[in-house]
């Protein structure tokens, strides 16, 4: 029998106490001697409304509704910047993106000679040294080669897009015979005919499978470049022979930014049937989330603003949980934390690493309440099955 767990709007507190309840799960998995699978699922502009569990009318999501309704959709979820390279800063760093130059580009953009250092400790990178595997499929956009790379701040394996964008059918990032090709595997340029959310869903699919098959924990984080401009559908090659520039105004259609979502809510789908096929389901962290509000076409309902905005409507996400709110940078602490990894410590430390690292006493009472009134609401929930 599935029950709902839904946190509705949790305070500030309760906030920061639930990634410390995910680093505890991940403990005892550890000492159990099964430590448990990260999946990381980022959309890329989707709005807060944008996913029927949040209130869309037009089309249903029911696989990424599926995460909300076996176990936790909050409606409080904020990401670190209302653009993509900011808020992916913070997120691989556990940082305020701020602290790095890459961080202060919003977004960053084509030919920028910035990137994430290779030498900063990044979520990926302390889990490796945990012993997981670790793979980036879809966007990275935190430099270019030959001086930045996924696989030089701690993946294993990448396969995707350097840039902020590219076509869904050339996967190029500008338009025109001249643009070049953005698709990489590892740091090689390679050429695959397809629909690119299909395609990262395809990988998704192989990595999961074969990292079962090595029964190995690991983590994969699955960034799709959909619902970002340009807007084309599965069906829509000749879409892409059409427009003169990615981010075309011309284009696009909530028809199409459905088709979009639809094509995205799929492959969702598509891992989590192999996570339950290769009997790893269980024992896998799945999280659901986008990297700033929405833009065209997206609904942010009932808020204003868009990506680009510090308003509610850029900075609001969507945000589920399965198998166990703040903000994307809580992340690197939580899971770091939670195989026993050290996370890595700002010059000024924000004041969630000094709790998270037993340094402020009231808030680490507060995350120990908050903690144990989750672990009796799981244990209820449990009970109950």
Same mark, same amino acid.
């Given at each position: 029998?599935?029950?709902?767990?839904?946190?509705?709007?949790?305070?500030?507190?309760?906030?920061?106490? $639930?990634?410390?309840?995910?680093?505890?799960?991940?403990?005892?998995?550890?000492?159990? +001697?099964?430590?448990?699978? @990260?999946?990381?699922?980022?959309?890329?502009?989707?709005?807060?409304?944008?996913?029927?569990?949040?209130?869309?009318?037009?089309?249903?999501?029911?696989?990424?509704?599926?995460?909300?309704?076996?176990?936790?959709?909050?409606?409080?979820?904020?990401?670190?910047?209302? *653009?993509?390279?900011?808020?992916?800063?913070?997120?691989?760093?556990?940082?305020?993106?701020?602290?790095?130059?890459?961080?202060?580009?919003?977004?960053?953009?084509?030919?920028?000679?910035?990137?994430?250092?290779?030498?900063?400790? $990044? &979520?990926?990178?302390?889990?490796?040294?945990?012993?997981?595997? $670790?793979?980036?499929?879809?966007?990275?956009?935190?430099?270019?080669?030959?001086?930045?790379?996924?696989?030089?701040?701690?993946?294993?394996?990448?396969?995707? @897009?350097?840039?902020?964008?590219?076509?869904?059918?050339?996967?190029?990032?500008?338009?025109?015979?001249?643009?070049?090709?953005?698709?990489?595997?590892?740091?090689?340029?390679?050429?695959?005919?397809?629909?690119?959310?299909?395609?990262?869903?395809?990988?998704?699919?192989?990595?999961? $499978?074969?990292?079962?098959?090595?029964? /190995?924990?690991?983590? &994969?984080?699955?960034?799709?470049?959909?619902?970002?401009?340009?807007?084309?559908?599965?069906?829509?090659?000749?879409?892409?022979?059409? @427009? /003169?520039?990615?981010?075309?105004?011309?284009?696009?259609?909530?028809? =199409?930014?459905?088709?979009?979502? +639809?094509?995205?809510?799929?492959?969702?789908?598509?891992?989590?049937?192999?996570?339950?096929? =290769?009997?790893?389901?269980?024992?896998?962290?799945? @999280?659901?989330?986008?990297?700033?509000?929405?833009?065209?076409?997206?609904?942010?309902?009932?808020?204003?603003?868009?990506?680009?905005?510090?308003?509610?409507?850029?900075?609001?996400?969507?945000?589920?949980?399965?198998?166990?709110? +703040?903000?994307?940078?809580?992340?690197?602490?939580?899971?770091?934390?939670?195989?026993?990894?050290?996370?890595?410590?700002?010059? *000024?430390?924000?004041?969630?690493?000094?709790?998270?690292?037993? *340094?402020?006493?009231?808030?680490?009472?507060?995350?120990?309440?908050?903690?144990?009134?989750?672990?009796?609401?799981?244990?209820?929930?449990?009970?109950?099955?």
């Amino acid at each position: 029998m599935r029950h709902n767990i839904s946190v509705a709007h949790p305070t500030r507190r309760r906030v920061l106490a $639930t990634p410390l309840a995910l680093a505890l799960a991940a403990r005892t998995s550890r000492a159990q +001697g099964a430590p448990p699978n @990260i999946v990381f699922i980022m959309a890329d502009d989707l709005g807060y409304a944008d996913l029927s569990c949040y209130g869309r009318r037009d089309y249903t999501t029911p696989n990424i509704d599926r995460l909300a309704a076996e176990g936790m959709k909050f409606l409080q979820a904020y990401a670190n910047s209302a *653009v993509c390279s900011a808020t992916r800063t913070a997120l691989i760093t556990g940082r305020y993106q701020y602290r790095l130059q890459v961080g202060l580009a919003e977004p960053l953009g084509a030919g920028s000679p910035l990137g994430l250092p290779p030498e900063h400790p $990044t &979520l990926p990178s302390l889990l490796r040294q945990a012993g997981y595997g $670790t793979t980036l499929l879809g966007k990275w956009h935190l430099g270019n080669l030959p001086n930045f790379s996924p696989l030089k701040s701690g993946y294993d394996h990448f396969w995707g @897009i350097h840039s902020g964008g590219v076509d869904y059918f050339t996967h190029k990032n500008g338009v025109g015979p001249n643009a070049p090709v953005d698709l990489w595997d590892g740091d090689t340029s390679v050429e695959q005919a397809g629909y690119l959310t299909t395609l990262l869903g395809d990988r998704a699919v192989k990595t999961v $499978t074969d990292y079962a098959a090595e029964r /190995r924990p690991f983590l &994969l984080s699955l960034h799709f470049n959909a619902p970002h401009w340009p807007w084309e559908g599965p069906q829509d090659q000749a879409e892409s022979q059409r @427009i /003169r520039a990615l981010a075309d105004y011309d284009g696009g259609s909530l028809k =199409t930014f459905a088709a979009m979502v +639809g094509e995205l809510d799929q492959q969702v789908g598509r891992v989590l049937q192999t996570l339950a096929g =290769t009997g790893i389901a269980g024992n896998t962290i799945v @999280i659901f989330t986008s990297d700033n509000g929405g833009e065209r076409f997206a609904d942010t309902w009932p808020f204003t603003g868009k990506k680009t905005e510090l308003l509610e409507g850029g900075l609001r996400i969507p945000g589920r949980k399965h198998n166990s709110a +703040g903000g994307h940078f809580d992340g690197l602490a939580s899971h770091a934390s939670g195989r026993r990894r050290n996370p890595p410590r700002s010059r *000024v430390s924000s004041r969630w690493h000094e709790s998270a690292a037993g *340094v402020d006493a009231e808030c680490r009472a507060g995350f120990a309440e908050t903690l144990l009134a989750l672990q009796r609401e799981v244990a209820a929930r449990d009970a109950r099955r």
